[in-house]
């Protein structure tokens, strides 16, 4: 059982019987009061979003969910195809269902499909990505401030913020905690 | 590493904003003469309060508000005190919440908490001379007179329910944080005022009305800023009150507190005062913008 320490966006428990996924989550205390737990809560099988407060000294169970390790093979008109590398069976996920997470999938990744009884319906992606720099404005000379950034694009479609030192056709790698910018990678 | 820290980096605007911020602070509080003073942040134990938990250090613990230190010095007749000090609370940690945060409190001696409310105009002149401040794309006017609106009034406007029946229900606090609150203080601050007695620990209850305390917190834009009471000076009430939220820290689980003995036996000396806590990295979200308190900070705890 999870209680109200534990939540944190990204959590899968079980929520009037069905899998739910924290997507936002704040904690929250009113001046001198209770403390709060703000939760987004998105439904794993409709995909319907709702928001709830939890106060602490409540629990929760967590989702009953299980992880097949398989691999991503490409994308069609049916979806997002993955296939399960013992059994060859294959399955897919709409674009819907994987929302953000379809801007860090690569040809051939390795990720973790969640299965609810037979029925697939996300994915758990590695922590961190590497991905191309596909479009960005150049690094102009002269600007030494480290903290300085501008907007991204990546192979993928993604765009995010980045330090301004970083050009066209680098490799950064991405935190699909966050989808923030990690570090510049070496090819 | 092979990069600079691009995020901290990328702070200093608002770290640089804050420290000028600090300075203002400084400067309005001793030109109105404040006495600028500095207190332990580590002691024997804090004012027990049901719904705040210290942070141990070693058999003490570090202090969760400079509160009873200051109103030491009130009693001793320091009439007119200021603090900008660290403050810690364990396990709050959210958008608006760090376990370690910076506090302002002053206090004012022969005052009442409405007097707190023209300080607080004052400051916030002080700190954004134009008069404005925009956040998340809308204009706040804080031009004051700001709007004063009892805790009553607030239920009675924003919820289906009253503030008694919320009580009653234990549904006071959600009502405040998820109905109230968000819309508070948008077009101009707002000071929350006359709180139910039973959550005011340390408050004087209004004159004609013991239902009520004479506490109020400030709104801006959705977000809470500083909390003031006018200050229970009975010790025996007080004595009774800590006992009350001691019960409840116990019933939760928490460690017990000793009583704070010197504090109860000097408030008989303490003149009718007003104190005011605002918490100064929220200040700092406000005046810069930032949706995050993580934004106004070098260091979240994370990080370290």
Known sequence: MYNCSDLKKGLKLMVDGEPHVIVAFDFTKPGKGQALYKCKLRNMITGSLFDRTYRSGESFEPASLEDRDMQYLYQDESGYVFMDQKSYEQVHLSEETLGDDKYFLIDNMDVKVLMFGERAIGITLPNFVNLKVTQTDPWVKGDTAAGNNKPATVETGYTLQVPSFVEEGDLIQIDTRTGAYNTRVKE | ?304
Not at chain 2, 189 to 204: K, S, V
Not at chain 2, 233 to 257: C, I, N, S, V
């Open chain 2, 1 to 304: 590493m092979a990069e600079p820290n691009w995020r901290l980096a990328g702070k200093r605007d608002r770290l640089m904003e804050r420290a000028r911020i600090l300075h203002r602070i400084r400067a309005f509080f001793m030109d109105r003469d404040f006495l600028e003073v500095e207190t332990p942040h580590r002691v024997p134990g804090n004012a027990p309060e049901a719904y705040i938990a210290p942070v141990p250090s070693g058999d003490w613990f570090l202090h969760t508000s400079p509160e009873l230190s200051m109103k030491r010095l009130l009693a001793a007749d320091y009439p007119r005190l200021f603090q900008i000090c660290r403050c810690w609370r364990a396990a709050e940690r959210g958008n608006r919440h760090l376990p370690e945060f910076t506090m302002l409190e002053w206090y004012r001696a022969q005052a009442a908490y409405q007097i707190l409310m023209d300080e607080c105009e004052a400051l916030f002149c002080a700190l954004a001379p134009q008069g404005r401040i925009r956040r998340q794309g809308r204009d706040i006017d804080l031009g004051p007179p700001w709007e004063r609106l009892s805790v009553a009034e607030a239920f009675t406007r924003y919820t289906d329910t009253t503030a008694r029946q919320a009580l009653a229900e234990n549904r006071f606090d959600e009502l405040i944080a998820c109905e109230i609150e968000p819309r508070l203080g948008w077009d101009k601050p707002c000071f929350l005022t006359d709180y139910p007695a039973e959550l005011a620990a340390l408050a004087r209850k209004k004159p004609g009305n013991p239902e009520v305390a004479e506490r109020f917190e400030l709104y801006i834009a959705g977000l809470e800023l500083a909390n003031a009471f006018s200050e229970l000076t009975a010790p025996e009430e007080q004595r009774a009150r800590f006992a009350r939220e001691e019960a409840q820290r116990l019933q939760a689980g928490q460690a017990p507190y000793p009583v704070p003995e010197k504090f109860l036996a000097e408030l008989a000396h303490m003149p009718p005062a007003a104190g005011i806590a605002l918490g100064v990295d929220r200040l700092v979200m406000l005046l810069t913008d930032a949706a995050t308190i993580d934004e106004v900070v070098a260091f979240t705890p994370e990080e370290l």
